[in-house]
């Protein structure tokens, strides 16, 4: 039986189990052997609200997959991830509710993201990048590109245009963990926060 066919088995009954699905993983927490995945949802059948968001229980009996549909152990679930899952529908009167995981499987796992400081040395507005020195020496220069989706703040945490920025300002740039091996290495932007 694969990964797919676990998803609506009919090993427990349908009306004690509820099926989510894009869920994102809000937060993880571990304790004597168990770990508990808060997530957060709206898409799911069989709930009575559409979205809403739940602690399950993952343990042992719990099947796991990755996007390849390898069974995967649950101290590899991480933060940010998006799953499919299924769960019993008896759950805890807490806030938020608690219930056993029968089923995940992630669909899409988080952009890793690194932060960089530095001096903007260039900016092009045309072409949409900047380019951002991380010390005198001019070797440390990388070159980040603006997509649409790139936020940009102010030195006050107000949005504001690539055009605002200028040679000289001082950034904090949240980018991709992975860069070209260009002079300079490029990487795409997704936060640029001017600081002092």
């Known amino acids: 039986m694969?990964?797919?066919?676990?998803?609506?088995?009919?090993?427990?009954?349908?009306?004690?189990?509820?099926?989510?699905f894009s869920a994102l993983i809000e937060d993880i927490a571990r304790d004597r052997g168990a770990v508990f995945v808060t997530i957060s949802y709206t898409n799911c059948a069989g709930c009575s609200t559409p979205s809403d968001t739940v602690r399950l229980v993952v343990n042992q009996s719990t099947d796991i997959y990755d996007e390849q549909g390898?069974?995967?152990r649950p101290n590899e679930l991480e933060r940010g991830m998006t799953i499919d899952a299924s769960f019993s529908s008896a759950m805890t009167r807490s806030i938020p509710p608690q219930a056993q995981a029968f089923f995940i499987r992630i669909t899409e796992r988080p952009v890793q993201s690194v932060t960089t400081t530095g001096r903007i040395a260039e900016v092009n507005a045309r072409n949409n990048f900047?380019?951002?020195?991380?010390?005198?020496?001019?070797?440390?220069?990388?070159?980040?590109h603006i997509l649409p989706d790139t936020v940009i703040l102010d030195l006050f945490g107000r949005r504001t245009r690539l055009?605002?920025?200028?040679p000289g300002f001082r950034v904090r740039?949240?980018?991709?963990s992975f860069m070209t091996a260009g002079i300079p290495p490029q990487t795409t932007?997704?936060?640029?926060?001017?600081?002092?």
Request: proline residues 4%; glycine residues 0%.
């Open 163 to 166: 055009s605002a920025l200028r």
């Open 130 to 144: 900047i380019i951002v020195l991380t010390s005198q020496n001019p070797s440390s220069a990388i070159r980040f």
């Open 2 to 20: 694969d990964y797919i066919d676990n998803f609506s088995s009919s090993r427990r009954p349908d009306r004690n189990v509820i099926r989510v």
């Open 189 to 196: 932007a997704f936060t640029v926060q001017v600081i002092r």
């Open 70 to 72: 390898r069974n995967i």
């Open 173 to 176: 740039v949240e980018h991709a």
